[in-house]
């Protein structure tokens, strides 16, 4: 009786958990199958290579939306994956229970829950505002302030997975602190903190909120990096609220290009969080 029991009690259990992970499933295979199919009919050479026709206009493309996203992420990349792990090794490694290092694992946690677009407002008031424009300095700066908590608690995440007793090996074998983390600490942990960088970059490319307020936008190709420049969240913003059925149609088709930009990021860092050593 009491076997039955428990193989009945497993069943009904295990059909729960089966049925909440189809539930979960549905929303995000139906979001990604309804943006492939009203995105992928729009999506061709032209799209890649051209630049936004006029207002109401069919044809066009959003070249310079594509450049405009990776320039910024490029910026926000090199300003915030260094900063992040630093902050992280330095947590980690130097000063764990300081009133410093609570104080900055505070501030980290509370940055990462904050709205975007408060990111975005003080980025366009103390960036902006004193540049006199807009620009993708300003654009890949406002999505560095997102990315910089999320690496920073992901490295130290990483680090703290390191053995202590491999950094006891570096010691005894009279290697300095600073080349021990930096030729045996980070190295161990590399896998995890490049997966920690990857997903923070996917978790920036699709943020649309702080680009309103530092890039702006462009229909052009930017000349500088201190012009407006154009990014494929914004400009699918723009023609997702236009009253203009081509532009509709490209909108779905940036959906899907940065859907898949996302999703490639997101694969990479997963193999590399698959195959890591620690």
């Not at 066009?60 to 992420?73: F, H, K």
């Not at 943020?207 to 229909?219: C, D, K, R």
């Amino acid at each position: 009786m009491n076997e039955y029991f428990r193989k009945y009690k497993n069943l009904m259990m295990l059909t729960v958990f089966i049925g909440a992970t189809i539930i979960a499933l549905i929303p995000l295979f139906g979001v990604l199958g309804y943006v492939v199919k009203n995105g992928l009919s729009a999506l061709n050479l032209q799209f890649f290579v051209n630049l936004p026709k006029a207002m109401g206009l069919p044809g066009g493309g959003m070249a310079n939306a594509i450049a405009g996203t990776l320039i910024m992420v490029l910026i926000a990349s090199a300003l915030g994956i260094p900063i992040g792990i630093l902050a992280a090794i330095y947590l980690t490694e130097y000063d764990r229970h300081s009133w410093l290092s609570t104080g900055v694992r505070f501030a980290t946690d509370v940055l990462t829950g904050i709205p975007s677009i408060i990111v975005g407002i003080v980025i366009y008031t103390a960036v902006v505002l004193r540049m006199g424009n807009f620009s993708a300095l300003a654009g890949g700066l406002s999505l560095a302030v997102i990315m910089i908590p999320l690496i920073i608690r992901s490295t130290e995440e990483m680090l703290k997975l390191v053995s202590h007793s491999i950094r006891e090996a570096g010691f005894a074998l009279g290697i300095s602190k600073a080349k021990t983390i930096l030729k045996i600490v980070l190295p161990t942990a590399a896998k995890g903190i490049i997966t920690g960088a990857m997903l923070a970059v996917a978790r920036v490319a699709g943020e649309t909120a702080p680009l309103l307020f530092t890039a702006l936008g462009n229909q052009y190709w930017s000349r500088s990096l201190n012009e407006p420049t154009a990014s494929l969240p914004v400009q699918i913003f723009q023609y997702a609220t236009s009253p203009y059925k081509e532009w509709h149609q490209l909108a779905w088709a940036g959906s899907l290009v940065l859907i898949l930009m996302v999703i490639t990021l997101n694969l990479v860092a997963r193999y590399a969080f698959r195959s890591r050593s620690i």
